[in-house]
């Protein structure tokens, strides 16, 4: 029996990986091929979780007869090296003959792998190269490591799409779509899941958010991102889009006021004089920054969530709309009048949840008496 294995961080596996892999099974006439996303690999920085990346991995495999992912790198504790998988695999199965798939320009490296010799004792290389590549240059390269290390290489070209897993994941932090980059089952699970969306996973936002604001404030925030998420599920809202833009909505609300003034002033020109002039509005435009800066958020739909969720402004989306309305009406909140209101308008029509509260906001501002801000007096004239 063969079977090919296409390892890496598969981070995520996208259709690249499996067109290649597909080419490979039929020209050396495997009989499977191993989906293997590795675990902490010793020339990778920061990957997504694990088991986000298994769940993708096994995902793509199902979608083709053949195929399976295997967890036996991510499994293992520490750093994974491709001797210590091989080395198992062979003990496991030894009637198995392994292949080992690599990109072309894997070879310049290849001899840098631990313990090499050991590794090309245990599997055959295919090596694919592009259109573009050197072909001579590779062919020299893979005799030169069957000279010196008795590697078996087998090199065949592959003309399909030049797909990067770096260039999904900006894809996916910027809004844009990647249902052609990815296969179908594997792009559900990354917006299901809200991958790539920030540089940080839930848990990592929530540590460096606590060293930030205050713990009345992240009480606040979660209660925020989950009301947002509720109501982004029951309006048609992408859900994690709208739990991260609830996380991450007041993320500058512990910066020393002179630095969100620095911060927004050098960031964001079109903020004015009288955002300037208040702490409580001007962390809604800092925020936007942060979020961008400190925590990655690339994505134009939470940025302008963030951005806009103190006074509003014309024609609000439906994710700002939500990020307004789920900051009034979040749980944590304690009564006042209207509120209810609010929160009953919220189950039904976020635009009529709203309008109300930008009318008791402006209400209240009245009160104060401060002029409504021409932002929340345009969202107020454009709201159906």
């Known amino acids: 029996m063969k079977i090919g294995i296409m ?36 020339h990778k920085g920061k990957t997504t979780p694990k088991l986000d990346r298994m769940r993708m991995a096994q995902i793509a495999a199902s979608e083709h007869p ?20 091989l080395t198992q695999l062979t003990q496991a199965q030894p009637e198995v003959e392994w292949v080992y798939i690599v990109g072309a320009d894997t070879l310049d490296v290849l001899d840098s792998w631990r313990s090499f010799v050991k590794v090309a004792g245990m599997c055959t290389f295919a090596a694919v190269g592009r259109p573009g590549n050197d072909a001579a240059r590779i062919r020299h390269r893979a005799d030169e490591l069957a000279r010196q290390y008795g590697a078996k290489i ?28 990815v296969p179908d089952g594997v792009a559900a699970y990354i917006k299901e899941q809200g991958l790539y969306l920030c ?15 205050s ?29 991260l833009a609830g996380l991450l909505h007041d993320c500058a609300k512990g910066m020393e006021y002179k630095d969100m003034c620095k911060l927004v002033k050098d960031s964001v020109p079109d903020a004015d004089a009288s955002e300037m002039e208040s702490r409580a509005v001007l962390h ?17 739909q939470i940025l302008s969530a963030i951005r806009r969720h103190t006074l509003g402004g014309p024609d609000m989306t439906p994710m700002e709309a939500l990020i ?61």
């Open 154 to 181: 087998v090199i065949m070209d592959f003309d399909g799409p030049d797909i990067s897993s770096t260039e999904i994941r900006r894809c996916v932090a910027e809004g844009l779509s990647v249902n052609h980059l």
């Open 199 to 213: 540089a940080y996973n839930e848990d990592k936002i929530i540590e460096k958010l606590r060293k930030h604001i």
């Open 324 to 384: 307004y309305v789920a900051d009034f009406i979040e749980p944590g909140r304690k009564p006042f009048p209207g509120l209810e209101k609010a929160r009953k308008a919220a189950e039904e029509d976020i635009y009529a949840a709203l309008r109300i509260c930008a009318e008791l906001s402006s209400e209240y501002v009245s009160q104060q008496g401060l002029p409504v801000h021409p932002r929340t007096q345009a969202m107020l004239d454009t709201i159906q």
């Open 7 to 42: 390892g890496g961080t598969l981070d995520p596996v996208h259709r690249g990986h499996v067109d290649i892999a597909l080419k490979v099974m039929k020209e050396m006439a495997l009989d499977r091929v191993m989906l293997l996303p590795a675990g902490d690999p010793p």
């Open 66 to 85: 053949g195929f399976f992912a295997s967890d036996m790198e991510i499994s293992r504790e520490g750093t994974t090296y491709t001797v210590d998988t």
């Open 284 to 300: 809604a435009p800092a925020g936007m920054v942060v979020a961008r800066n400190k925590y990655g958020v690339r994505d134009p």
């Open 215 to 243: 713990k009345h404030r992240l009480e606040h925030t979660m209660g925020v991102a989950f009301t947002a998420k509720r109501l982004a599920e029951r309006f048609g809202v992408d859900p994690a889009r709208a739990y």
